[in-house]
């Protein structure tokens, strides 16, 4: 008897010795200094806004995140651009709930999105990303990617940030239930990045739309497929959305006028390059020709619309030629 006690407590001796050690193992990365809030869109529902800027400025955190409490567990959406920033982001909803983060969405892999993945990975989390994601992660691009943001993000980017591949890719509308919450994943192909997905939850009617809505500005049109671009919009438009989280900038309790405000623009862009190259008319004077008057009062309209309109008509031009 006297002996079982003891032997009892030699265990908890070495449990107990274990389970510090284990602690202790667990990696710190170097501590952010960028503030950083919580603030919920809808009940359970939580956004981490990411600050407005370019790639390596304030410590990276320039992606939004989000996060949905549910009595199963928690589901975050995007991992931010580093792991000391995840790590922050693991402090700020701990102040919500200590319950264990189980599964962790990617919009899309990009750097600003998906450095942190490892801080989830490691408390046991499932990823789910769009099934591009792959091709990205086995590309040279990623390795790449990594090497830079080694160098400009530095100590938040380390030796010890890893890519950290999905468990499970995406290649069609899916959805899961959790803790009384509904997750509807729209994967959409390449649009913005290789491979985007959205993600709306209910009940809220919150969608997280990654980088394909940018919210209040002309968005950024680059090489963007924006025949795909529009249809995905209307897509989302309906489905009982109610507040649209972009991948970065604020929260639009107008989702709907939001989208549609992106998608008449692109629309916009297309119609007007479209008769102008069908007309064989040269850019500068298509351009010139076109009443902006609608959108010109926008944030971002005079750096970013004769890019994008120019990106268009070069896009439209390639389609009538059917290449
Ligand atoms: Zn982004």
Request: proline share 5%; no cysteine.
């Amino acid at each position: 008897m006297s002996i079982g006690r003891s032997l009892r407590w030699v265990w908890w001796v070495i449990l107990a010795f274990l389970s510090t050690g284990a602690r202790s193992a667990a990696p710190s990365y170097a501590p952010v200094t960028v503030p950083m809030k919580v603030q919920e869109v809808a009940p359970d529902v939580y956004l981490v806004q990411g600050l407005a800027g370019a790639a390596t400025e304030h410590e990276g955190f320039i992606s939004n995140a989000g996060f949905v409490v549910t009595d199963a567990g928690v589901v975050v959406l995007d991992a931010l651009g580093s792991p000391s920033l995840a790590t922050r982001m693991r402090e700020l909803i701990r102040t919500v709930t200590d319950r264990p983060v189980v599964k962790v969405v990617v919009t899309h892999y990009h750097a600003d999105h998906i450095y942190g993945l490892q801080v989830y990975k490691d408390e046991g989390a499932q990823v789910f990303a769009p099934a591009e994601a792959l091709a990205y992660l086995n590309g040279p691009q990623a390795a790449a990617r990594l090497a830079e943001r080694r160098e400009t993000l530095k100590p938040f980017v380390d030796d010890r940030t890893r890519l950290v591949y999905p468990d499970v890719l995406v290649d069609r509308d899916a959805s899961f239930a959790l803790g009384g919450h509904t997750f509807a994943l729209k994967p959409f192909g390449p649009v913005h990045s290789d491979g985007d997905m959205a993600m709306l939850v209910q009940p809220g009617g919150v969608l997280f739309s990654g980088d394909l809505i940018f919210e209040g500005r002309v968005p950024f049109v680059g090489d963007a497929d924006t025949r795909r671009w529009v249809e995905v919009l209307d897509g989302l438009l309906g489905g009982g959305l109610e507040v649209l989280v972009p991948g970065h900038g604020a929260a639009s309790r107008n989702a709907q006028a939001t989208l549609r405000l992106t998608r008449e623009y692109l629309a916009f862009l297309r119609e007007t390059m479209g008769r102008a190259v069908e007309e064989m008319q040269p850019f500068d004077e298509a351009y010139a020709a076109v009443d902006w008057s609608r959108w010109k009062d926008l944030p971002a309209f005079d750096s970013a619309n004769r890019r994008n309109a120019y990106a268009v008509y070069l896009g439209l031009e390639n389609e009538a030629m059917g290449r």
